[in-house]
């Protein structure tokens, strides 16, 4: 049963990694409670390429109720990759919490390389929320006129 979920969550993921996604428009899908569900426990797998894959799934569909597993692993996990993807799916999730704990990674954490790669992510955070405000900033100017 748990060989035939892992194997049907690695074809899933493996389907939408491969597929042209710039392609096609953006639609936002309905997520179930099942498909986060069994993101969540990818996240819980002794396969690192499972636990990976779901964090990277997590970030791009901005699962917000998956923030504390994931802040778990980037606390607690031995392994530097899945630190590093922590921090991008937290990144990507971009709540107030996921991007504090992305920041306090930057001090925190004793490996120098996701130290680095948390500080890459939080800039980015900051230089787009700084573009944003600016965006709208000009944007409230031209409506005032």
Do not use: W
């Not at 901005?62 to 993807?85: G, T």
């Amino acid at each position: 049963m748990k060989l035939t979920f892992t194997i049907l969550l690695f074809i899933f993921i493996t389907a939408i990694i491969s597929s042209d996604i710039s392609a096609r428009p953006k639609i936002k899908a309905k997520i179930t409670d099942n498909t986060v569900a069994s993101l969540v426990e990818g996240l819980n797998s002794e396969n690192i390429g499972l636990r990976s894959s779901s964090a990277y799934m997590i970030g791009e569909l901005q699962l917000s109720s998956a923030v504390i597993p994931l802040l778990r692993i980037l606390h607690r996990d031995e392994n530097e990759e899945m630190r590093i993807a922590a921090a991008l799916a937290l990144y990507k999730i971009g709540s107030p919490i996921a991007i504090h704990a992305v920041k306090q990674s930057i001090r925190f954490d004793d490996s120098e390389r996701v130290s680095k790669l948390c500080a890459s992510f939080y800039n980015e955070y900051l230089r787009n929320k700084f573009t944003d405000n600016e965006i709208y900033m000009d944007v409230a100017k031209i409506a005032l006129k």
